[in-house]
């Protein structure tokens, strides 16, 4: 069956300018999370949410990253007034269950973001 | 919070040879995971680990969950072409919902 699918692949943005990237996850998984990924530095989780609710609003380095989940298995990542040091890709996964017990997350292949 | 070491940063290794990387940790963890990502492509999860102790293979790949808790290797053995890519290391937060810690990443080259 279909993956974890995220769109775009590819965004330029300019600073300052809101975004908006967006996650198809696996049909049925409950909990999807938004990572950060940099070069070098691995990757962060900036929110979560299990369910229709949202269940994490603060991201890093300000509460300018919130994720909405409009449809169950549907959810769009959006950055406020962006910054140069957003610039990164973004990966969204999702999973069966939240928890910390068996949780196995399954990935999209990222959208990467480029803030000029 | 918990922060994974992972090391090297980077392999380059010939076709045939074997490469080991491991993840530390200086809180424990009680799940071990590694993802391979390849370019452009979203992280895959190759092996999941649950015990301590525990000793699990995939293939050519074989991961450990380190006793203390606080480590884990993976060894690929006899590395082919198609091994090229990163690797990372991860385990859940202590809090709810499972949200990942991810290791820097080991990026593995294999030349012929």
């Known amino acids: 069956g279909a993956g974890v699918s995220q769109s775009p692949r590819y965004k330029v943005a300019k600073r300052g300018r809101d975004v908006a990237l967006r996650c198809d996850s696996i049909s049925g998984h409950v909990t999807l999370y938004w990572y950060r990924q940099t070069l070098g530095q691995g990757s962060e989780v900036l929110t979560y949410s299990q369910s229709d609710a949202q269940r994490d609003k603060s991201g890093r380095p300000s509460g300018r990253f919130s994720a909405e989940r409009p449809e169950r298995s549907v959810s769009t990542l959006k950055i406020q007034r962006t910054e140069q040091g957003d610039s990164a890709v973004y990966l969204c996964?999702?999973?069966?269950?939240?928890?910390?017990?068996?949780?196995?997350?399954?990935f999209g292949a990222g959208t990467r973001l480029s803030v000029l | 919070g918990q922060q994974l070491n992972q090391s090297p940063q980077s392999m380059f290794i010939q076709e045939g040879e074997d490469v080991s990387m491991n993840c530390t940790s200086s809180s424990i963890f009680n799940t071990w995971l590694w993802y391979k990502q390849d370019p452009g492509e979203g992280p895959v999860l190759l092996i999941a680990?649950?015990?301590?102790?525990e000793l699990t293979s995939n293939g050519r790949l074989t991961a450990q969950f380190g006793i203390t808790r606080k480590d884990s290797f993976l060894n690929i053995s006899a590395s082919i072409p198609s091994d090229v890519g990163i690797y990372f290391c991860?385990?859940?937060?202590?809090?709810?919902?499972?949200?990942?810690?991810f290791g820097a990443g080991t990026q593995v080259v294999v030349t012929p």
């Open positions: 996964a999702s999973s069966t269950t939240g928890g910390t017990s068996k949780n196995i997350q399954y």
């Open positions: 680990l649950y015990k301590a102790g």
């Open positions: 991860a385990g859940p937060a202590t809090d709810s919902w499972g949200k990942l810690q």
